[in-house]
């Protein structure tokens, strides 16, 4: 068992299992860009109930951060810099194992 220094919380066997075959994987791999989402890309990827896929992805620890657009009606969204740069490790590390 590893301990997760960056991203504290997460739950990652469950996050390694994320595809893009459900609604919450699309809506993560979306996200794995590290720059601001707007949630009507969202909604089109992980279907019109998005925010309720962002809270399922928090509920696995995953740090999703969202802040008004300046110049659309929906969010911003993006994950945090620490889980993204654990994530490439745990990635790196499941394709060397």
């Given amino acids: 068992m590893t301990i997760s220094l960056l991203a504290p919380g997460a739950k ?3 996050i390694m299992r994320l595809d893009v075959t459900t609604a919450k994987g699309r809506c993560f791999f979306a996200l794995l860009s590290g720059g601001w989402i707007p949630g009507e890309r969202l909604a089109e990827v992980a279907g019109f109930d ?3 896929r962002c809270s399922r992805l928090r ?3 995953v740090p999703i951060e969202s802040r008004p657009s300046q110049t659309a009606p929906c969010y911003l969204f993006r ?3 620490n889980f993204l ?4 490790w745990k990635r ?3 394709r060397s194992a």
Avoid at 85 to 88: D, H, N, T
């Fill in 85 to 88: 740069i654990e994530y490439e």
């Fill in 12 to 14: 990652w066997d469950r």
């Fill in 59 to 61: 509920d696995l620890g």
């Fill in 79 to 81: 994950i945090g810099q």
């Fill in 50 to 52: 998005y925010r309720t």
């Fill in 92 to 94: 790196r590390e499941r």
